[in-house]
């Protein structure tokens, strides 16, 4: 556990790429292959269910402490995190404990859910009397569920591959599934994934085993720059959840991009029929009424532990298939767009049904063309276009040393809000108010004008301006609401975002997707900001 927090804080302190892989280059050279195994599991971004409840941490941490709740809460809402304030209130360590990572995990922190409080409190004693602040730190991040990735999974496998000699997409290829849960990360998975093999594993070998994603990059130049328009296919930029389908050994496997199973969150896409060794990619979408759904619609079936026959009558969901990774058992991913695309055509043709839908293909003779097409993108119910370069193969991650992927997406939606809430944010940013609730404004006959919260944004201002805005909101805050500041509405912003539909679970009315601050409105004073009228124009309009 040391040597894990030791990473985490290293890793938190810096923003620097070539520092973060030294650090995860020297923990895993360092580490025994069972602690390792666990440490890929969390940088890959898996997440254990909470052990212990807040309310139990909250209540044994000030007792051990002996310090009343009410001096708790204020040194909860001085720092803003549960973790580090339960980790400055306990008293000093009495011993250093050397127990691993792996021995943590699956002896001390895993057993400890739904054990009896006084359990819990036992056990909980003894493990802080043996980790210092920054372990401690750790732990009840581990614990109560609230650990977040300092890393990105490409970092990781970069890493991985630099010591151990494996090509970075055979990493990437044996990570995939890590994160699911439903297998414990071990020292034996730990050595097959760094081990080397004279040649690339087939993934018919691996049960229901996705591959690892290809992802677009952002197309920021005019698209005439990429050439011949016959060079590429375009598509529709589907606003849904990327999944690959995979039927092996007469069994169909769901997954998402987050490597999760949902192949029981949709049962009529888990249902398709597909020759075995075949994999597909595509997105998953709430079809109604011959379109795509708003990702709100999605978001409802999401949600949902159980599945009633209302719902899936109500949103129904289909795959809209656009790759072809797999076919009759054989890994075609090298093998270029031009030709994976006329093998999924004949794959669909032949087992589609109406919840296997094939991506179309858009035809246009011109990029001047193409891009009067993608101006109907919202009426369509879509987020812009994709183009793929008929040349490409089918990469690992965001790269383009396979060919390109590009989305060619609608500039976002933008309206001048209002900030009411903030709230401090994590690691380097754990002082500083840096995650903002916004406004508009809403004319009611009985109330007469008044803000509505209707968005939470956290990204998108320099560090600069962070800290104008947090000085700002310590000058301003009227209310306090645990880590929550109210504050006297004074600054607007421009904010935007891909997505806008109608919601009966936000007290506007409204969801926005993806909201972001792209800068901030010190021309406009409040009154200015835009209103609920403004957003409703949006839905009908474009939703």
Avoid at 264 to 288: A, C, H, N
Avoid at 460 to 488: C, H, M, W
Wanted: hydrophobic share 40%; aromatic share 10%; proline share 4%.
């Amino acid at each position: 556990m040391r040597e894990f927090a030791r990473l985490y804080g290293d890793l938190d302190a810096t923003t620097s790429t070539s520092r973060k892989l030294d650090a995860l280059k020297k923990y895993f050279n360092a580490s025994e292959s069972a602690n390792a195994a666990w440490a890929v599991y969390f940088r890959a971004g898996g997440k254990p269910r909470q052990a212990v409840s807040t309310k139990l941490l909250r209540q044994f941490s000030t007792e051990m402490s002996g310090i009343s709740e009410w001096l708790f809460d204020e040194c909860y809402l001085a720092v803003g995190d549960l973790a580090e304030a339960i980790s400055l209130i306990l008293p000093p360590p009495e011993y250093e404990s050397n127990i691993g990572l792996a021995a943590w995990m699956e002896e001390r922190i895993l057993p400890l859910r739904g054990e009896q409080p006084e359990k819990i409190r036992v056990a909980l004693f003894d493990y802080w009397r043996g980790l210092d602040r920054q372990a401690r730190f750790l732990l009840i991040k581990l614990i109560s569920g609230g650990f977040r990735v300092g890393v990105s999974k490409l970092l990781v496998i970069r890493a991985l591959s630099e010591l151990s000699g494996v090509d970075h997409k055979i990493i990437a290829q044996r990570m995939m599934g890590w994160t699911d849960g439903q297998v414990p990360p071990i020292a034996e998975s730990y050595q097959k994934l760094i081990t080397a093999q004279p040649a690339f594993e087939q993934n018919t070998t691996q049960g229901g085993q996705p591959y690892p994603f290809f992802l677009s990059h952002p197309l920021q130049t005019n698209p005439r720059t990429l050439g011949d328009i016959r060079s590429w296919h375009a598509e529709w930029k589907y606003d849904g959840i990327r999944a690959q389908l995979v039927q092996r050994s007469h069994q169909c496997y769901l997954w998402s991009r987050g490597e999760e199973l949902i192949t029981d969150r949709f049962p009529e896409i888990g249902g398709i029929s597909l020759p075995d060794g075949t994999v597909i990619d595509g997105e998953i979408l709430i079809w109604k009424n011959g379109r795509s759904g708003s990702f709100a619609d999605l978001q409802r079936r999401i949600g949902r532990k159980t599945l009633s026959s209302k719902i899936l009558d109500e949103l129904p969901a289909v795959l809209i298939a656009f790759d072809l990774l797999e076919h009759e058992g054989r890994d075609i991913r090298h093998v270029v767009q031009l030709e994976r695309r006329a093998r999924l055509d004949e794959i669909v043709r032949r087992h589609g049904t109406s919840v296997l839908m094939l991506s179309p293909l858009i035809d246009a003779p011109d990029w001047r063309t193409l891009e009067v097409i993608r101006d109907s993108s919202r009426a369509r119910g879509v987020e812009g276009l994709m183009l793929k370069s008929t040349g490409a193969q089918y990469g690992v991650g965001r790269t383009k040393e396979s060919g390109a992927w590009w989305k060619w997406k609608l500039d976002p939606y933008t309206v001048d809000a209002v900030l009411v809430y903030a709230q401090k944010g994590h690691g380097r940013r754990a002082s500083l108010y840096t995650d903002y609730t916004f406004a508009v404004w809403s004319d009611s006959p009985d109330s007469g004008r008044k803000l509505v919260p209707f968005a939470k944004a956290y990204s998108g201002l320099t560090d600069r301006e962070i800290a104008q805005v947090d000085a700002v909101i310590r000058k301003t805050t009227v209310e306090k609401f645990g880590p929550v500041r109210s504050v006297t509405p004074t600054m607007v912003f421009e904010i935007g975002f891909e997505g806008i539909a109608k919601s009966s679970r936000h007290k506007s009315g409204i969801a926005v997707r993806f909201p972001r601050m792209l800068r901030m409105r010190d021309d406009k004073k409040i009154d200015q900001a835009d209103t609920l009228d403004t957003l409703n124009a949006m839905i009908k309009n474009h939703g």
